[in-house]
């Protein structure tokens, strides 16, 4: 049993997460920008945490994520606004990675995308460019820092019920659904073979525990 806190509980993969969490015995905080969101996240076994992020600054961070035993980083912009984007999926993102340290909670699990890398090759005026750029640099800071941390790169999101097979050796991106991203969350939590990987996938024909130790 460990005790996991997730930013960005209101999102659509931490809501299918946290229940697999609760499941097998772990304890999960889950944070959230919005009080009216609080019963929702609730009802999925973790307890609301109501703080947003983005205003955060390092030590008020860092009590938050005092005291757990990992940290997983769901939370986003959600596009659109490239101020805000920066200001969340790279600035958010990477103080929350300079809190875990400071808090000494080395275990950090990112949710990043399959095309996330410096070289993106998205071009500036693509509107998907901030949140490429975004992604790249707080994958790029989660690397250097330190933190036992994984990567979890899923292709494109979809809504279809989960399968439990992934493929960890496509070239390119698909589909996945979210519930598998879930389920593969909770298994890199729960497998130390893992630490310092970046995992993408697709949906597959593997199954997702054989998958991620691979």
């Known amino acids: 049993m460990a005790r996991i806190l997730i930013i960005g509980g209101h999102g659509k993969v931490a809501l299918l997460l946290a229940p697999l ?66 200001a969340v999926d790279r ?6 990675m300079d809190a875990a340290i400071a808090a000494d909670v080395r275990r950090y699990v990112m949710v990043s995308y399959f095309g996330a ?45 989960p399968t439990g097979r992934i493929d960890v050796h496509a070239a390119e991106s698909r589909s996945v659904p979210r519930a598998d991203v879930a389920a593969v969350v909770a298994a890199v939590l729960a497998d130390d073979a893992t630490v310092h990987r970046t995992i993408r996938f697709n949906s597959g024909d593997t199954p997702i525990a054989e998958a991620v130790r691979v």
């Open 21 to 86: 969490l609760v499941a097998r015995g772990d304890t999960v905080t889950s944070v959230i920008r919005n009080p009216d969101h609080e019963a929702e996240v609730a009802a999925t076994g973790a307890a609301p945490l109501v703080a947003d992020v983005e205003e955060l600054d390092l030590d008020q961070l860092t009590n938050i994520v005092a005291g757990n035993d990992a940290v997983v980083w769901s939370a986003g912009a959600g596009g659109g606004n490239p101020t805000r984007t920066y």
């Open 91 to 96: 600035d958010a993102a990477i103080r929350s």
């Open 117 to 161: 890398r410096i070289d993106h090759g998205v071009p500036p005026g693509n509107s998907f460019f901030a949140y490429a750029e975004a992604k790249a640099a707080a994958d790029a800071h989660l690397h250097a820092s330190g933190l036992d941390w994984t990567i979890v790169a899923p292709t494109s999101l979809t809504l279809d019920p």
